[in-house]
């Protein structure tokens, strides 16, 4: 069982660092891992977030896109990693000193993420900002709902997590549940198993490439939390 955390798990909201699990999540995710060999979430999220906002034993979390994972010792960062963390910094102060109104600047430590959904007339200028500080950085741009983020050039997305992590459980039937282009890797990293089932969580924002490869769609993070507490039990 694994799971996005904003717009799946969370709501959408303008200022990132307020979002919160809908009501009961905690609850159902402790049932997930009490049924399941595998539950996880793997977000864009510092992992430093899942860990305060999703304590709950046996979860694995794993933040930044699988660069950083919660363990018993602490979060850890794979191989490399740290390297980016000054031109992320140097990206968002440049990013916090030109944003028109409106924009948000989300430093994540390992990435950073433009949002403007609070300025919708803003976007061009998020784009062009954006590819302008990936070449200047080396950083990569990813659009994503309603903003850009830019990340440490390393081969590893949600797709490469969800591999490894079904791969170390050993498990032949897997769910994956998402809200964004971000989950499509995920989505294919299942597609080799016997067994899968893709869930997306629908809003108007989300890519239609998404809902073509999901089996099912629900009405955002609270049909998921139905979905989850069906498999529950």
Do not use: N
Not at 53 to 60: D, E, F, I, K, N
Request: proline share 7%; charged share 20%; aromatic share 4%.
């Amino acid at each position: 069982m694994l799971c996005d955390f904003d717009g799946t798990l969370a709501p959408i909201v303008e200022d990132p660092s307020m979002a919160r699990p809908v009501p009961g999540t905690l609850t159902v995710l402790r049932a997930l891992v009490e049924r399941f060999r595998l539950v996880a979430v793997v977000s864009g999220r510092p992992a430093s977030f899942l860990a305060a906002h999703l304590p709950v034993p046996g979860l694995t979390r794993a933040g930044s896109y699988g660069l950083e994972q919660v363990t018993d010792a602490g979060v850890t960062e794979v191989a490399g990693a740290s390297a980016w963390r000054a031109a992320v910094g140097e990206v968002a102060a440049r990013a916090g000193a030109a944003a028109p109104p409106g924009v948000v600047v989300e430093d994540k430590g390992l990435s950073v993420t433009i949002h403007h959904r609070g300025a919708p007339a803003a976007a061009g200028w998020v784009r062009a900002f954006s590819d302008a500080q990936a070449e200047r950085s080396g950083l990569v741009t990813h659009a994503a709902r309603m903003s850009i983020e830019l990340r440490p050039p390393i081969a590893i997305d949600k797709g490469t997590v969800v591999s490894e992590l079904i791969a170390h459980a050993g498990v032949t039937a897997a769910c994956v549940c998402g809200d964004d282009a971000g989950d499509l890797p995920a989505f294919a990293a299942v597609a080799v198993l016997p067994l899968a089932v893709r869930v997306a969580a629908w809003s108007a924002e989300a890519p239609a490439d998404l809902f073509a490869a999901a089996d099912l769609v629900v009405d955002g993070p609270d049909g998921m939390l139905e979905v989850l507490r069906f498999l529950a039990g």
